[in-house]
């Protein structure tokens, strides 16, 4: 006998406090947890006088941000390493994405996040990233300001040549 499964679903929820949230859901028996589709998912965070972000992982392709999703969002991910935690290496393959999707959103804030700084930021900055997530990068150097100075003129150098073509 299928047996039931109750499915609470996050676009009834306090989006500011989305973690927990679920965990409040799960400890109140939910086993299961209802994500709207992206766009739904985008809309209802704008009403909240939100900002939504959209991101994907490694394993999955630029086309799984449709156009209309990439368009609505105010800002695109692409995750150069698995989710999880800092200090993991730089996953050059994930590159292209950055690219693919600077060419069919050309004025998108658009992010890489994992293993980035100043040895792997050209390649996001070339391939059309604007926003960099750093963690190791920044906060184990002895002087910070200095890679957030390199990390800042490397994209707005990269941003000069792309909008020069
Ligand atoms: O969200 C993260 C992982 O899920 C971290 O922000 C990301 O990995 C940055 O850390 P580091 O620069 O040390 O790689």
């Given amino acids: 006998m299928p047996r039931a499964i109750i499915s609470p679903s996050v676009l009834a929820s306090d989006f500011g406090q989305l973690t927990a949230e679920c ?24 009403e909240r006088k939100m900002k939504a972000g959209v991101a994907i992982s490694p394993d999955t392709p630029s086309t799984a941000i449709t156009d209309e999703v ?53 390649v996001c900055a070339e391939a059309g990233s604007n926003v960099i997530v750093a963690g190791t990068a920044i906060f184990n150097a002895p002087e910070p300001e200095q890679v957030i100075a390199l990390l800042k003129r490397t994209v707005n150098d990269a941003q000069a040549k792309i909008s020069s073509k």
């Fill in 23 to 46: 965990k409040r859901m799960i400890k109140g028996g939910a086993e299961w947890l209802h994500m709207a589709d992206p766009l739904s998912l985008i809309h209802a965070i704008h």
């Fill in 70 to 122: 990439g368009e609505a969002a105010d800002m695109l991910l692409v995750m150069t390493v698995y989710p999880g935690r800092g200090g993991q290496k730089f996953l050059e393959r994930c590159v292209p994405k950055v690219a693919e999707l600077r060419v069919r959103f050309p004025d998108k804030d658009i992010e890489v996040d994992g293993g980035v700084g100043p040895k792997t930021v050209d």
